[in-house]
Structures are given as structure tokens and as C-alpha cells.
């Protein structure tokens, strides 16, 4: 069973900033593409981001210039900083590592409000 936990949800006000980070099992982040995942009450799971074993970058275009990805792999941990946040990025937030097979973190929360 691999565990993927997700952490740094939360409350914001719209144009705040969040950061989320997604802490994988080394044997696993070593060899997986992640990435971040949302989904929106009501709605379909979406992409976010993501990133390759060697550092490529991709976003969905609701993302791009206000969130970056980024992974630190001392940590075996993948980050999504989020900037300029806007109500329609409420969603609970999945982290993703796909390598021969896609494993999937519970989510975290991230609720932009005033």
C-alpha cells in the first residue's frame, strides 16, 4: 500500500496564497512522475500540475502563472504553491504519483473565501 499524504490546506481569502506539499515513500518518488490533482464539490476529479522524474513541468491553463510545482527529492516531497487564488480554485486538492500505476493521497482541503 503505497501512502501519499497531502498537507497545507486550508482557509484563504481570495488573492492569498497557499502552499501544499505531498510527502511519497522514497522507493516510489524516486521513479514517479507527480502531481496535483483537484476536485471541486459537484464536479469531476481535474490535473493541476505536474512533474517529471527530471524536473518538466506541466499545468492545466486555470493554473498556469499563479501555481508552481516543485519537488524537493532529499524530502520525497512534491509542492504546488498557489498564488492569486480565486473562489473557483475551492476543491479538495490530490496528490498523484504515477509510475506503471497512478497512487493517489486522501486529499486536502483548500477553501478560498472571504
Known amino acids: 500500500q503505497v501512502q501519499l499524504v497531502e498537507s497545507g490546506g486550508g482557509l484563504v481569502q481570495p488573492g492569498g496564497s497557499l502552499r501544499l506539499s505531498c510527502a511519497a515513500p522514497?522507493?516510489?518518488?524516486?521513479?514517479?512522475?507527480m502531481g496535483w490533482y483537484r476536485q471541486a464539490p459537484g464536479k469531476q476529479r481535474e490535473f493541476v500540475a505536474r512533474?517529471?522524474?527530471?524536473?518538466?513541468?506541466n499545468y492545466a491553463d486555470s493554473a498556469k502563472d499563479r501555481f508552481t510545482i516543485s519537488r524537493d527529492n532529499a524530502k520525497s516531497t512534491v509542492y504546488l504553491q498557489m498564488n492569486s487564488l480565486k473562489p473557483e480554485d475551492t476543491a479538495v486538492y490530490y496528490c498523484?504519483?504515477?509510475?506503471?500505476?497512478?497512487?493517489w493521497g486522501k486529499g486536502t482541503l483548500v477553501t478560498v473565501s472571504s
Open positions: 498523484n504519483a504515477l509510475f506503471l500505476a497512478n497512487y
Open positions: 522514497g522507493n516510489i518518488f524516486s521513479i514517479s512522475t
Open positions: 512533474i517529471t522524474t527530471g524536473g518538466s513541468t
